[in-house]
């Protein structure tokens, strides 16, 4: 790696870390898999990191009134890996383990892969069907986001550059619930061409709570909500998990590029819809 | 003294022996270009085109040159003096354009070297690249090969508007009469898509000038180095023997590291300019840029055949995606496909019409197979095409056609003679083991289901053991130098230069057995041309063939003058050297080796005639190529709703001849069938209409990784090369040549009953769902 000189900083707070945000021109560095390989390539040249990596309030797990805090730097091997993940949001841990290879796994990060915002990213498909919640803190404040607001445009999440991402809030799932994350890997990178996180709850022999997120179809991470209104009170049957899936592209602008078309993307997309929501029941 | 030489009856050729490489590879102890430090050491970087077709107006490096730490900074104008990067193959109409080591008023492909930066900070040097203002003017580009032939296309070069490179025709038997009695004619285009080498190890070079007696040192990561040397000596205008070369630990090549490159005599240059060492090594996305590509051919096909399958002709027109430059070999590359066009098949009439085509692209040359893969390619989609045509079985219809064994040594219409083989036998061995008929009723029971599952058989003939002098631009020989050191322990140096392969391990087994020691009393160099004997290097899965036979004549040479000493101390006239030891037939009394050894060197009394020391040198000419071939046989079962095509099984049966080491051949064989995998399935270099390479990071370009690989079944056949004394034929090739129409045909079996007769590399899951979408019309 030859990058442009930078300086650098690795605070052991939050606090010291959103101070040299607020006092700097800095760009935050988390695990480094999608801003060190932009800067190799000097297609990103920040005068300025701030290393998150060893603040280890950011790397905590707790659980707190029916949600699930996650800190924004557990990296994806810790959350596929947590017992506590595992079992209180599966979801989560299932997609973890989807994410890049073992060595990304390794590194990366949830709270950066949200920030990151890349409309291929594993992780996005599943926030959203959690309807995750994220908070931001900055100098002297902090705020907390819905999912749904937070993925702007390709690449771009609300979050400030004073701001960091510290932890992401998930619900803790309800027994009965059942889910799966399916995707469809770009060979070269292992993103998702499409991939589809699914939640579903059963109740009475009747679909009971759906959600539905999807990535690597649109611009951004969505929550398929017409999917979902189409499987609440069906029986579930192969029948409605294929009319409801194929409304997942519904309204949808559709990414087309080197590895798939938008009429692929959209066809694949379905598939994984029905695919999910079937390994979900 | 510490004798190690004892007496050894056990044969190492034929044991599966782990690698005596790997220890300093895996536990990183290993020097390459980029861990050589030398005092004072510089560093260039360079900078390159980001346009594909673009005058030069201007180049400014003023700011560049003032920015802390630059020393220099390098334009066209100032190696205008030097020689071209060189292309060593002639044809009748060949053109080469003059092609510089640094851009003078054009650019011609995205990466196009346009200066060079020289800092005593890598890092500076890369700053630097971003201050040097080139002022260009682009100009119209063409990218792909068949657009470039169209009347009208921006000329590449301006003195040859029509963009042809070169042709080369050549026939062999009457096609047209051929072609005339056949019942049948099937047609294919049939594209072998531009890949990228992708060895582990970019490219490097460190150059050291001593300017006190006017040599040069260079170490740069390449097969050639002996060859090197005298093309860098050209290019520089320093005398050969000024120049030394080293090929240190090379961490791969596959081909690409078979030429000398713009940057290579660059590095040397500044090295001689400034005085200084200098050392320029490659990143990945220069390296996708920058180093050559291989493959890159749209081919036509016609083959025609009787009713009852007998294949009697083939016509193939050939268009080779050439770049716009060539490199050492470039027009080679499809005039080595067109001598393996006929297979393993015996019709004996073939017309094959090559056009090299210049594009605005990175130039293409030698990548593992080196038109071998596409020839094959080409005739194993065809055989099935056939088949398919005809409704026989493939398995039956290539047994029909196969050259049968009573005919070799076999001379092909294409002006080569097979070696040796036993073709039928060997895709027999493959059908039995995979369970060929079985494959097929579960084919007939799963499409009943809806699944698409496919059996994909492919067989291949190679062309190796670069070869006979005539075939080859600078001698087609190789050269082993064997010393038995005064302590006993043997040190072998061979012309070859191996970089990946294990061939330290196969020349010591090789050496073990023939001299009868100890394979731990063994040392092989290879790789400096200060040390080593003149060589030619490695490619063509010529290592163990050519290189190897020179080793083993080299040490025959070697036992007599170990009998001559023998002798001398026996004070005997009849000795016979084996197993370390030499006996003397009538006393029964015997000297060992690590006696004999220092009594050569050291004396004090020498035998008459007879020089000090136990050395020998051997440089051994091939009397032909050697031709290996095998059969592959893949199951495959494509996901209709997504087109994915999953491998269910892969088996590869090969014959390379005797197999000195099995492990290793098994390793080539993997990794061979990972790479033709890799092209069948996932890579592909891709430019897109302006010229921009879009394949430009492994985040585009798709190599197999582990996961994507299936379990490789391997077996073998075993049928000696008469060629070398080994009766070795080569491996290095193999599976990547079988593997992409091995995969190829599973994935059209799979869809054969929706009418899909062939598909082009690679088979991306879109394309494959399209041509299911709509019930198998492309």
Request: net charge negative; charged share 20%.
């Amino acid at each position: 790696m030859i990058p442009q000189e930078f300086n650098y900083s690795r605070p052991a707070t939050v606090q010291e870390a959103v101070d040299l945000l607020a006092d700097n021109d800095a760009k935050v560095l988390a695990g480094g898999m999608s801003l060190i390989p932009l800067m190799k390539l000097r297609l990103s040249a920040p005068e300025h990191l701030v290393d998150l990596g060893r603040i280890a309030d950011l790397t905590r797990i707790t659980e707190n009134g029916g949600s699930l805090h996650l800190g924004a730097l557990l990296t994806h091997h810790q959350v596929a890996t947590s017992a506590l993940v595992q079992e209180k949001c599966p979801l989560l841990a299932e997609t973890a383990g989807h994410i890049g290879d073992a060595q990304v796994r390794n590194m990366g990060t949830l709270g950066g892969s949200a920030a990151h915002a890349d409309p291929a990213a594993d992780y996005p498909a599943a926030l959203c069907a959690l309807e995750a919640k994220v908070r931001l803190v900055r100098r002297g404040g902090e705020r907390v986001v819905d999912i749904g607001d937070f993925f702007v445009d390709a690449l771009t999440a609300d979050v400030e550059p004073d701001e960091i991402i510290t932890e992401l809030i998930l619900p803790v799932e309800e027994s009965g619930t059942g889910v799966s994350y399916q995707k469809l890997r770009q060979p070269a990178s292992g993103f998702a061409i499409v991939g589809v996180a699914a939640r579903v709850r059963t109740s009475g022999g009747k679909i009971a709570m759906a959600r539905v997120g999807v990535t690597g179809l649109a611009a951004t991470a969505y929550r398929a909500t017409g999917v979902e209104a189409l499987l609440e009170g069906s029986e579930g049957s192969q029948a409605d998990v294929a009319k409801a899936s194929a409304a997942v592209d519904e309204g949808v602008e559709a990414i087309s590029d080197l590895h798939a078309s938008s009429d692929y993307r959209r066809s694949v997309a379905r598939v994984f819809t029905a695919r999910a929501i079937q390994a979900a029941l | 003294m510490e004798t190690t030489v004892s007496k050894k009856t056990e044969r190492m050729v034929g044991k599966p022996i782990r690698r005596r490489e790997d220890p300093r590879l895996i536990t990183g102890t290993a020097t390459y270009v980029e861990d050589i430090e030398l005092p004072g050491m510089h560093y260039a970087a360079v900078v390159r085109s980001p346009h594909p077709a673009a005058n030069i107006k201007g180049i400014d490096t003023r700011e560049a040159e003032q920015h802390p730490g630059v020393v220099a900074v390098y334009t066209g104008k100032d190696i205008d003096h030097l020689g071209a990067v060189p292309c060593a193959i002639s044809l009748p109409d060949l053109r080469i354009p003059h092609h510089h080591l640094l851009a003078q008023d054009r650019v011609y492909y995205v990466g196009h070297p346009v200066a060079v930066v020289v800092a005593s900070d890598r890092y500076v040097a890369a700053d630097a690249v971003d201050l040097v203002e080139v002022e260009y003017e682009p100009t119209d580009s063409v990218s792909e090969p068949e657009e470039a032939l169209k009347d009208g296309a921006p000329a590449v070069h301006a003195e040859w508007p029509d963009n042809v490179a070169f042709t080369h025709d050549q026939a062999g038997g009457d096609v047209e009469k051929a072609f005339a009695e056949a019942d049948v004619i099937v047609k294919e285009r049939i594209v072998s898509q531009r890949l990228a080498p992708s060895a582990m190890e970019p490219r490097g070079t460190v150059a050291s000038w001593n300017s006190g007696d006017e040599t040069l040192t260079v170490y740069s990561s390449t097969q050639i180095p002996h060859i090197l040397r005298l093309l860098m000596a050209g290019v520089l205008g320093l005398p050969e023997h000024k120049l030394r070369v080293i090929a240190p630990e090379v961490g791969g090549g596959f081909g690409s590291k078979c030429e000398l490159y713009p940057e290579e005599a660059l590095t040397a240059f500044i090295a001689m300019k400034i005085g200084k060492p200098v050392k320029w090594v490659l990143t990945r996305r220069d390296e996708f840029l920058a180093t050559i590509h291989g493959r890159g051919h749209v081919d036509y096909y016609e083959l025609a055949a009787r009713k009852d399958g007998t294949m009697l002709g083939l016509k193939v027109k050939i268009i080779q995606d050439v770049g716009s430059f060539h490199m050492l070999l470039t027009p080679a590359m499809p005039t080595l496909s067109v001598l393996m066009l006929p297979g393993l098949y015996r019709f004996k009439n073939v017309d094959a019409k090559v056009v090299g085509v210049f594009t605005h692209r990175m130039a293409t040359d030698l990548y593992r197979g080196a038109g071998r893969p596409e020839a094959t390619h080409g005739i194993e989609r065809m055989v099935e095409v056939l088949a398919a045509e005809l409704g026989m079985d493939p398995v039956e219809l290539r047994k029909k056609n196969f050259v049968p064994p009573s005919d070799f040594p076999y001379d092909t219409p294409m002006g080569v003679s097979y070696d040796s083989g036993n073709y039928a036998a060997i895709l027999e061995k493959a059908v039995e083991t995979v369970g060929y008929s079985q494959l097929r009723q579960e084919q007939q029971e799963s499409r009943q289901q809806g699944r698409l599952m496919g059996i994909g058989i492919a067989t291949y003939g190679e062309i190796c053991a670069f070869g006979p002098s005539p075939a080859l631009p600078a001698g087609g020989w190789e050269s082993a130098t064997v010393k038995i050191e005064p302590s006993g322990n043997v040190t072998v140096m061979t012309g070859v230069s191996p970089h990946g392969q294990g061939t330290q391990t196969t020349f010591s087994q090789i050496a073990a057995d023939e001299l009868g020691v100890d394979i731990d009393s063994i040392t092989v160099a290879h790789g400096d041309t200060s040390t080593v004997q003149h060589g030619v290097g490695t490619f063509g899965s010529r290592n163990t063939s050519v290189g190897g036979t020179a080793l083993v004549l080299a040490i025959r040479e070697l036992k007599e003058k170990i009998e001559t000493y023998g002798a001398f101390l026996l004070e005997s006239d009849d000795v016979t050297y084996a197993e370390g030891v030499c006996t003397c037939n009538k006393t029964g009394k015997t000297v060992p080796l690590a006696e004999i050894a220092p009594k050569s060197w050291f004396g004090p009394t020498f035998p008459p005639n007879t020089q000090p020391g136990l050395i020998a040198t051997n440089y051994w000419e091939p009397p032909n190529f050697a031709f290996p071939f095998g059969a592959h046989i893949v199951v495959s079962e494509v996901d209709p709703d997504t087109g994915e095509v999953a491998i269910k099984r892969y088996l590869a049966v090969d014959d390379c001849g005797k197999v000195i080491n099995p492990l290793l051949v098994d390793g080539q064989v993997h990794g061979g069938v990972a790479q033709g995998l890799g092209q069948a399935l996932y890579e592909q270099v891709v430019y897109d209409d302006t010229g921009q390479l879009v394949t430009g990071e492994y985040m585009d370009y798709a190599l197999p990784k582990a996961a994507m690989v299936p379990t490789i079944e391997t077996d073998r056949t075993e049928t000696p090369s008469p060629v070398n004394p080994l009766g070795v034929k080569g491996v290095g090739e193999a599976g990547t040549i079988a593997a992409s129409p091995a995969v190829v045909n599973s994935v059209v079996d799979a869809l054969s009953h929706l009418g899909v007769r062939h598909i082009d590399m690679p088979l991306t899951p879109e394309k494959i769902w399209k041509l299911v979408q709509q019930g198998g019309s492309a």
